[in-house]
């Protein structure tokens, strides 16, 4: 598989960059395009947990990623996203190549993407109804990785698959294997009204430099060390995902349920683990907007450039995660969050997400913050952790 992954990815990048290059000759040149694309997402948090009595406060630059998209060819296009943190590391986020095969419905990707599974990690952090993504999307690790996909697009519904290696930054071709892939189906489409299904596939073996996974999470603030841990116990794992969303011109529901079967040598049984969300929202003077299987850009009736007043959302959401089965004791997690936003334009957006979360903190300290570790310590099992994140953002 290592070897696959490497060779299909360098000779595909490589392919596609030649066929971009110089593509169908005259045609090539007129074809080549260049978007420059960036986010910047600026939060402050305060929160503050009851039991140990501990605070979590400060500003955070959530992500600042500069890039670029265009096309090399007529069938080929590009996406290229770093990231800069608040010390001034630069991270490679994103960076693919997509090559369609004239005359045919689907297209091969390869370089970094994102795994394809779950409606909210599918859809952009920009666009995201809250400020965090579902616990179980960060918990079961679905993130961006090395790999080569194949994705196919019809008018009501896609199609995607992938191998993965790790993500570009730590060891890609030494960093455990992903297979995954996602399928959704949209019955009902029209510009103001979706019906919206989806499932997905996922199966991970572990990092074998640095041990089994392991599985964790905050309480929603990133700014937060995790308060759940199961410690490191995986040596594979599958996860199963299904997603549902309705639109109806200014309103929005939403939902999500994960399941996931760990291979576990040292447990007594393998144990499983499960999460899920569901979300109810409305907009005024503006409103959800669904493409290609994700939530997309909303759309702002009367942006301030324009005279306007910018248009608000309004969105509630529940959040569970249990890290809890008869082999493992990784606590589980349950977070209520209610979110205001205020779109000045489609790309300027300022908020605040109130959350409140009730946890069993589970027996492994294994990542834990050092306050939660401390309420173990003390047979202290249950902390509740609140507060609020306030974000400004902008887009292009």
Same mark, same amino acid.
């Given at each position: ?21 110089? /593509?169908?000759?005259?045609? #090539?040149? +007129? ?23 501990? *605070? ?12 670029? =998209? ?6 080929? *296009? !590009? ?40 409606? %909210? ?9 809250? !400020?965090? =993504? ?9 993130? =961006? ?8 697009? @019809? ?13 570009? +930054? ?6 455990? =294997? ?141 959040? /569970?995660?249990?890290?809890? %089965?008869?082999?493992? %004791? ?8 209610? @979110? ?10 300022? @908020? ?9 903190? /589970? ?14 310590? #003390? ?12 974000? #400004?953002?902008?887009?292009?």
């Amino acid at each position: 598989m290592k070897n696959f992954l490497q060779k299909s990815c360098y000779t595909l990048s490589a392919t596609a960059l030649l066929l971009g290059a110089y /593509g169908q000759s005259a045609t #090539a040149k +007129d074809n080549l395009t260049f978007i420059p694309q960036g986010r910047l997402q600026v939060d402050y948090n305060f929160v503050k947990a009851s039991n140990s009595n501990a *605070s979590f406060n400060g500003v955070e630059l959530r992500r600042a990623y500069i890039g670029a =998209r265009g096309k090399l060819a007529k069938n080929i *296009s !590009y996406n290229v996203d770093v990231g800069v943190d608040e010390t001034g590391k630069v991270t490679p986020i994103v960076a693919f190549v997509d090559w369609k095969p004239l005359s045919s419905g689907f297209r091969i990707r390869a370089g970094q993407f994102k795994t394809p599974m779950s409606l %909210d990690e599918s859809t952009s952090s920009r666009y995201t109804s809250t !400020y965090e =993504r579902a616990a179980f999307t960060d918990s079961f690790n679905i993130q =961006r990785r090395v790999g080569v996909g194949v994705i196919q697009r @019809g008018e009501k519904y896609t199609v995607s698959a992938a191998v993965f290696g790790g993500a570009i +930054d730590r060891q890609p071709f030494a960093s455990g =294997r992903v297979v995954a892939g996602r399928a959704t189906f949209t019955p009902f489409l029209k510009k103001k009204e979706v019906v919206h299904f989806g499932a997905a596939f996922r199966h991970r073996t572990d990092n074998k430099d640095r041990g089994p996974n392991r599985y964790t999470q905050r309480p929603y603030s990133h700014i937060t060390d995790p308060i759940l841990s199961t410690g490191r116990i995986a040596e594979s794992d599958t996860t199963f995902v299904g997603e549902a969303a309705w639109i109806k011109d200014k309103m929005w529901v939403a939902g999500e349920y994960a399941v996931n079967k760990a291979k576990c040598s040292t447990c007594i049984s393998d144990p499983s683990f499960n999460g899920y969300y569901a979300e109810a929202g409305i907009f005024f003077r503006g409103r959800k907007v669904y493409k290609n299987g994700k939530f997309n850009q909303p759309k702002v009736y009367d942006p301030v450039t324009e005279g306007g007043k910018g248009a608000l959302a309004l969105v509630a959401r529940y959040d /569970g995660l249990d890290l809890k %089965d008869t082999a493992v %004791d990784g606590g589980d997690l349950k977070t209520w969050i209610i @979110g205001a936003d205020w779109y000045a334009t489609r790309s300027v957006r300022f @908020g605040v997400n109130y959350f409140n979360s009730d946890a069993n903190l /589970g027996t492994s300290s294994s990542r834990l913050a050092p306050e939660f570790v401390a309420l173990q310590v #003390a047979n202290i099992t249950k902390e509740k952790v609140s507060g609020f994140v306030f974000r #400004a953002q902008y887009d292009f």
